[in-house]
């Protein structure tokens, strides 16, 4: 039987199209995920959060789905890193901070005044420090996907406003259960107790401590104001925010489905960033109109406190390895 031009080229493209849906229908299965984070949906990093749901439903042609749980109902960071190294969770997101005791490496990020600003967060978490630390997750059951941002971090107190080092003194503050931020707040003289989140309210509350530090939209979105009077802007560290995968999960996915996951978080972080850097002017004016004290420290201040904070710097170091410090400063400096 012989066929016209036409008749073969439209055999080839039913063909193709066979294939094509064939392969889709093979490599991307019907799954409904578990997907736990510790802040609220309302939150830019729920926000993402949900751009990263909707992307991935999009790509899957609506096949995956994920079951979503804000606001810690899994478990503290802690237990649901846990949760999801073990399978029991498909995906967490969580501050890094938490991270350093599975990949010590990922107290880089902790180090105080690391970042001078935004651009210098994006270059070094997008950039080879960043996707270092991500692959180094695959050796403790984990795939990184990407970085979302939680943010510059300030101290929220229930005594005074700091202005200086000196006021930072005294202070019975809670920390991410993280030893960079512990032995930070112990070098200026604080009382730093590691908490996990969930319990921080409660212990502002009742004057069990009497401090904390988080960026501006977790102090929002948990009304601290509630507890806290002031809010002192010593953006002395930024906290990247990981979205990570189950590695039982991960090696049990076409290739197909990995990218469509890579990719929704790639451009879901975009969105999240663009949220959490324009919400904060209307946060910081409302946490104000709510009661609260907000004071920037004098730039000579943030400077002497820097460098009293110098030595925490030098003792971790070795362990986060002289050449990822290296090249973080390289990402840094590409900047200027
Ligand atoms: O992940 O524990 C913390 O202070 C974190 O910044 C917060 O829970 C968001």
Same mark, same amino acid.
């Given at each position: 039987m012989t066929m016209t031009t036409g008749a073969r080229i439209c055999a080839a493209l039913v063909a193709s199209l066979l294939v094509s849906t064939a392969a889709f229908a093979q490599d991307v299965q019907e799954r409904t995920l578990k997907f736990g984070y510790s802040t609220f949906e309302a939150h830019p990093l729920g926000q993402g959060a949900n751009k990263f749901v909707a992307l991935v439903a999009e790509k899957s042609g609506g096949k995956i789905k994920m079951k979503v749980y804000p606001a810690t109902q899994l478990g503290s960071e802690t237990q649901t890193i846990s949760a999801t190294q073990g399978g029991v969770q498909d995906i967490v997101g969580t501050?890094? #901070?938490?991270l350093v005791g599975l990949v010590?490496?990922?107290a880089i990020f902790d180090f105080p005044f690391l970042f001078a600003n935004e651009k210098q967060a994006d270059a070094v978490v997008d950039g080879p420090v960043g996707q270092t630390l991500l692959a180094k997750l695959s050796e403790k059951g984990l795939v990184g996907l990407c970085f979302f941002e939680n943010g510059f971090r300030n101290v929220t107190n229930s005594k005074r406003p700091i202005t200086?080092? #000196?006021?930072?003194?005294?202070l019975k503050i809670r920390t991410m259960q993280n030893p960079v931020y512990l032995d930070a707040f112990k070098t200026l003289g604080a009382n730093a107790v590691p908490m996990p989140w969930p319990e921080v309210y409660t212990a502002l509350e009742s004057g069990a401590i009497d401090a904390q530090e988080n960026p501006y939209g977790i102090i929002y979105v948990n009304k601290l104001n509630e507890v806290q009077k002031y809010v002192s802007v010593t953006k002395h560290a930024y906290s990247p925010w990981a979205m990570i995968m189950s590695k039982k999960l991960w090696d049990k996915l076409s290739p197909d489905e990995q990218k469509i996951f890579v990719d929704s978080c790639n451009e879901a972080k975009v969105y999240q960033r663009q949220v959490s850097r324009a919400e904060d002017a209307k946060i910081v004016a409302d946490l104000k109109a709510k009661g609260m004290q907000i004071n920037e420290l004098a730039p000579e201040e943030i400077a002497k406190i820097k460098a009293k904070l110098q030595p925490v710097v030098d003792k971790y170091t070795p362990s986060v390895g002289e050449d990822l410090v290296r090249q973080a400063n390289q990402s840094i400096a590409a900047t200027q």
């Open positions: 501050s890094t #901070a938490p010590k490496e990922y200086t080092a #000196a006021d930072v003194e005294g």
